[in-house]
């Protein structure tokens, strides 16, 4: 069973470009997290979806950042208008379908993007 | 709001000797706690959680963490560490009366362990 999946692992865009991640989730689950690292620092929350559904957006800036998670296909992060502050590591993770607060988040290996 | 505190920017054990990464934690409603673990360029992995029960939680690896509602901590720990455990452990809390699905991380723990 594959685990999660993002690409790319690596982005390097200039300043103003546009970004976008994917993620893939676990095979069976239907949620999905982003999260962003900045270097030394925890992880801290941006976006919570279930399938064509945004339910917490709370941590996502108010402008140039966006999510989805399509009926199918994986869901993207996507940054738009990029500066220097967006570079950092970005993290998907995937929970089982039953969506509780129990529930175990499942971490793809990051993207880490680079803003020239 | 929720919160989570790891106090210790560092912890620096011996091989074989018994670690224990602190974590404490602030919710309004009923806590929802994890333990994750991260190495070099890697995504987290997953150690344990607390749901509800056993106030003594055992995970992988050996790891293991202990709840303490009065305190509102929930330390991790392991009885005789290895080399391999070297790596940055975070502590997650999820509240479960206003703080909906956010999972609210710690800043990290760096776990050293000396042979």
């Known amino acids: 069973n594959a685990g999660v999946m993002q690409n790319p692992r690596h982005l390097v865009r200039r300043r103003g470009q546009e970004a976008r991640l994917r993620c893939s989730p676990m095979?069976?689950?239907?949620?999905v997290y982003w999260y962003r690292q900045l270097p030394e620092e925890g992880l801290k929350f941006m976006v919570y979806?279930?399938?064509?559904?945004?339910?917490?957006e709370s941590g996502m800036p108010k402008e140039r950042f966006s999510a989805e998670f399509p009926k199918e296909g994986p869901s993207i992060l996507r940054i738009q208008q990029v500066v220097r502050g967006d570079s950092a590591a970005y993290f998907c993770?995937?929970?089982?379908?039953?969506?509780?607060?129990?529930?175990?988040?499942?971490f793809g290996p990051g993207t880490r993007l680079t803003v020239l | 709001a929720q919160s989570v505190a790891q106090p210790e920017d560092q912890v620096n054990v011996a091989e074989g000797n018994p670690l224990t990464v602190k974590c404490t934690y602030s919710?309004?409603?009923?806590?929802?706690l994890f333990w994750y673990v991260q190495y070099p360029n890697r995504g987290l992995q997953f150690l344990l959680k607390y749901i509800t029960g056993d106030n003594l939680v055992k995970g992988s690896y050996g790891f293991e963490a202990e709840f303490n509602k009065s305190q509102t901590s929930f330390h991790l720990k392991k009885p005789s560490a290895l080399v391999s455990d070297s790596a940055l452990y975070f502590c997650?809390?999820?509240?479960?009366?206003?703080?909906?699905?956010?999972?609210?991380f710690g800043a990290g723990t760096r776990l050293f362990v000396k042979a």
């Open positions: 919710v309004s409603g009923n806590p929802y």
């Open positions: 993770a995937s929970s089982p379908t039953s969506g509780g607060y129990s529930d175990t988040q499942y």
């Open positions: 095979k069976g689950h239907s949620h």
């Open positions: 979806l279930q399938k064509e559904n945004i339910i917490d």
């Open positions: 997650a809390v999820r509240d479960g009366g206003t703080g909906g699905f956010k999972t609210i």
